[in-house]
Nanobody, 124 residues
Framework: QVQLVESGGGLVQAGGSLRLSCAGSGLTLSTYGLGWFRQAPGKQREFVAAVSWSGRDTYYARSVKGRFTISRDNAKNTVYLQMNSLKPEDTAVYSC?????????????????WGRGTQVTVSS
């Protein structure tokens, strides 16, 4: 059974940091492009960051560039999202996803597998 399981969410004050992790099971992530998306209440799911299978290429939404960093450890079958300088508007459920093309993508329709998500709440 293929699973992507996120962890590391929580409640943090504005200006603080969190590190999200997403571990794969039943699926070897080393050949997959990996992405993070988020969905706030009443809003559509939106792209946050993506990384290619090798880790060499990374992509960010404009709203998080310079504050968030995506990385991966293929030996641990895990992708990370380091989030710094958090703002209240970053509050959302954050989900990781894997796509078989391996390039990483900003389009949610590209992704084949999804985690259930982890809640991130940033207080002002």
């Amino acid at each position: 059974q293929v699973q992507l399981v996120e962890s590391g969410g929580g409640l943090v004050q504005a200006g603080g940091s969190l590190r999200l992790s997403c571990a794969g099971s039943g699926l070897t992530l080393s050949t997959y492009g990996l992405g993070w998306f988020r969905q706030a209440p009443g809003k559509q799911r939106e792209f946050v960051a993506a990384v290619s299978w090798s880790g060499r290429d990374t992509y960010y939404a404009r709203s998080v560039k310079g504050r968030f960093t995506i990385s991966r450890d293929n030996a641990k079958n895990t992708v990370y999202l380091q989030m710094n300088s958090l703002k209240p508007e970053d509050t959302a459920v954050y989900s990781c996803a894997a796509e078989a093309h391996g390039q990483g993508s900003g389009s949610l329709y590209t992704y084949d597998y999804w985690g259930r998500g982890t809640q991130v709440t940033v207080s002002s």
